[in-house]
């Protein structure tokens, strides 16, 4: 019989507090776990949250030396950031640069004599490529707390590696605007796939390309440049193509563009420059291959972009949205959507459904695993409206509404207050004598002045014995009072103090002042009985239309 390790009794530290408490990244605390045997085991946690008794952590680190290594990456950092500034991409391409020129026996490029000397100092204590990756993150984590949309967020990064699935190792993988590589090295096995990329920016895709070689992945070829304005792959066929396009860029090149090929379903509005680069992608993926595209939640419904959704779902082409949780993206709390587009290999394999995920109430960092209840494969004929709204949430919660329980309940208030409106009309007869307004009354601004009344949010009220307020608001809407309020152009501008009621005892007031409270009640049971047969009609209909309701046999 196995015993119960004992809890230990001082306390315990996550990995992410390891690498605080030792001034380097996550990722570093994850490869000495790898690398050192006798690294601390964990004492408590789960296996994706493990836990460790600080105490052992503390000896191992003093053991190990790693103060001096850690004191060596901060000062490189420090270094890197007072000599390149704001152009940190630059720092931390040179840096890989040079410690590859340095395999290749050749010069690369300049760096201040001591930054060199910090990146070849902590090279010799880790490897090449844990030097580079070490700064690259510390760069994404920089950027991510600027609030930037400059690298795509280790949560999107992660969603999409989960929703890419298992990736063969002969496939091609291409990112059109893969930044620093993120996306591109992150989905597939390491090692097998080809990976093709291209980005704007000369640093960031030089920096893409040497993490590849550094951390020993073959294969890989990013190039620089505007995919949109200057495609560097034509005729590039992949089998998976995973994009995390600018954000709000109007200046995509439409007007050089209005006739390029690639807008086979629509030519995109300058305001929709998402849907440029989504086409850009589905351009370039091979019969069976598949796209995997971050977008904004708003592309999901704009009106600029309504003609494109129609297309994509028509054809069969988009094949599952996924809304993100909230706080997945970087720079911001809304949340982002996963587009997954598929190309048909044969005419009978195009899309029926389009599956929606909706996972924005879950927590960013929890399982991605939708329950049943966040997932809706939707028909394309019920997408195919006149907004085509591609929001997740909208269709999975309509799938999961219960229409029979719905449909008995509205139905039921329906009859409910049908049978009590006719008994709110109050019974009125014939007047036998001249119309009370002929005869004497008196004016609301008179009322007001001897403090008969005040004149609250929307009508006066009365603040006596002497005036029923039901009298009183009667007559105000009688139509001698708003044809006061009407002006010869037509326009009305009600003045209650303007108007006139007729002079009657109290007693007379309180039994004009019932019926016309009736007939207030009737007026707001007629209106709710409309709304309740607009929503019994709608749900009678939706239902009897997506098989939940049927009629009775």
């Known amino acids: ?53 600080l105490a052992d952590v503390q000896t191992w680190l003093n053991r190990q030396r790693k103060g001096q290594d850690v004191s060596e990456e901060v000062q490189l950092w420090q270094a890197l950031r007072a000599h390149f500034g704001d152009d ?9 640069h040079t410690l590859a020129a340095a395999d290749d026996a050749r010069t690369g490029d300049t760096l201040p004599d001591e930054i060199a000397r910090l990146a070849r100092a902590l090279a010799g204590s880790a490897s090449k490529g844990e030097v580079v990756e070490a700064l690259a993150e510390r760069f994404t984590d920089s950027v991510r707390r600027a609030g930037s949309d400059q690298v ?118 300058r305001a929709e420059g998402e849907l440029a680069w989504l086409q850009h992608a589905y351009a370039h993926t091979a019969p ?37 949780p909230a706080g997945s993206a970087a720079s911001h709390a809304l949340p982002v959507h996963l587009w997954q587009l598929r190309r048909s290999s044969s005419a ?53 509404r219960d229409y029979a329980t719905e449909y008995r309940a509205v139905r039921a208030e329906l009859a409910e207050q049908l049978a009590q409106l006719a008994e709110l009309l109050p019974e009125l007869v014939a007047s036998e004598g001249p119309g009370v307004l002929d005869g004497s009354s008196v004016s609301v601004a008179d009322l007001a002045r001897a403090g008969l009344l005040e004149y609250g949010d929307v ?50 007031q309180r039994r004009f002042g019932a019926a016309f409270r009736r007939l207030q009640e009737f007026e707001e049971r007629s209106r709710r009985i409309a709304e309740l047969s607009r929503q019994a009609a709608e749900l009678a209909r939706d239902g009897i239309g997506n098989g939940a309701l049927q009629p009775r046999k």
């Not at 009072?481 to 009305?492: D, E, K």
């Open 459 to 508: 009508e006066p009220v009365s603040t006596s014995e002497q005036l029923d307020t039901d009298f009183l608001q009667g007559f105000l809407r009688n139509a001698s009072n708003t044809r006061r309020s009407t002006s010869a152009s037509g326009t009305f501008r009600f003045d209650s103090k303007g108007a006139r009621i007729p002079q009657m005892d109290i007693t007379e």
């Open 348 to 400: 009978g394999d195009a899309a029926t459904s389009v599956r929606m995920i909706d996972l924005t109430t879950n927590d960013p960092d929890a399982d991605l695993e939708p329950a049943p209840e966040q997932i809706a494969d939707v028909p394309l004929i019920d997408l195919l409206d006149d907004t085509v709204d591609l929001t997740p949430g909208r269709h999975v919660e309509e799938s999961h």
């Open 152 to 269: 795509t967020s280790p949560r999107i990064v992660r969603a999409l590696r989960y929703f890419a699935g298992p990736v063969a190792s002969d496939a091609t993988i291409f990112d059109p605007a893969c930044g620093i590589g993120t996306l591109l090295l992150a989905v597939g096995p390491e090692r097998g796939p080809r990976r093709c990329g291209q980005e704007s920016d000369a640093d960031s895709a030089r920096l893409a390309q040497l993490r590849a070689r550094l951390t020993g992945r073959p294969g890989v070829e990013v190039v620089a440049g505007d995919s949109l304005r200057g495609d560097k792959w034509p005729g590039l066929q992949a089998d998976l193509v995973v994009c995390d396009p600018p954000v709000g860029d109007a200046d995509w090149g439409r007007e050089e563009l209005l006739l390029d090929s690639r807008w086979e379903l629509g030519t995109p509005s």
């Open 88 to 96: 940190m991409v630059q720092g931390v391409a040179t840096v890989a």
């Open 288 to 324: 069976g291959g598949r796209v995997i595209m971050v977008m904004p939640a708003s592309v999901a419904y704009r009106k600029a972009g309504r003609r494109i959704r129609a297309e994509l779902v028509r054809r069969g082409v988009l094949t599952q949205v996924t809304a993100l």
């Open 1 to 53: 019989m196995t015993d119960t390790p004992a809890t230990p009794a001082g306390p315990m530290v996550t990995g992410s507090e390891i690498a605080r408490l030792a001034g380097v990244t996550r990722a570093a605390v994850s490869n000495w776990r790898r690398r050192y045997d006798d690294f601390p085991v964990p004492a408590g946690g789960s296996v994706n949250s493990p836990l460790f008794a």
